[in-house]
């Protein structure tokens, strides 16, 4: 199972980062919100960017935003695996997936608690992540909603209907508990699970 480490929960981000980048976390997950699409919002770039001088880790990038474009411009720039962004948010979903592909990025689309899976069909051949949340977004440290088993399930028959090698991400709540929901993804984000804790190493070790 690969790792995706969310330090939105972080008290200390520089210190933190610095500390992750001495674990075996495959990403580092980055949280972006712009206090439209949820209520928080995340520092400017030009601040943001500064940060990552202290890892080496491939970022995760998920966007919580209303508008995605100028974010994938910016976060394009960094050491960025995968860009992911919401089904619900306003702009073209096809046009903004393109453009992450345009810069040799992995293109991923989030999901939210109350949106049918259903909904990806049409984006399938242009994907390479699913990131089913698992609480609302915009905040870390909460509780992993159960239902959503349920939802990578029907995700999971999906992707093998349409013959797709669309990788599966599950975020919001997971622990050691909650990570027997989520036998069928690919990679785990976890935050304040791994963050809130002196041996993050070891906690990572509990989620693979
Ligand atoms: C929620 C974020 C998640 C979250 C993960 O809006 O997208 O990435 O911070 O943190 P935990 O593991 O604390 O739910
Ligand atoms: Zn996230």
Known sequence: MLIS????????????????????TDYIHVDIMDGKFVKKKTMPFKEMRNIYKYTNKRLDVHLMVKNPKKYIEDYASLNTEYISFHIESDENIEKNLQLIKEYGIKSGLAISPDTEIKELVPYLPLLDLVLVMSVEPGA??????VKTK????????????YNSD???????GVNDRTKEYCTDCDILVSGSYIINGDDLQKKIDSLR
């Not at 870390?140 to 909603?145: E, S």
């Not at 349920?150 to 209907?161: A, Q, T, V, W």
Request: aromatic content about 4%; proline content about 0%; charged content about 35%.
């Open 150 to 161: 349920d939802k990578i399930k029907e995700l999971k028959i999906l992707l093998s209907e």
């Open 140 to 145: 870390g440290g909460q509780d992993f909603i």
């Open 5 to 24: 480490t969310s330090f939105l929960s972080s008290k200390n981000l520089i210190h933190d980062l610095v500390e992750l980048d001495k674990t075996d």
């Open 166 to 172: 669309v990788k599966i991400s599950v975020d919001g």
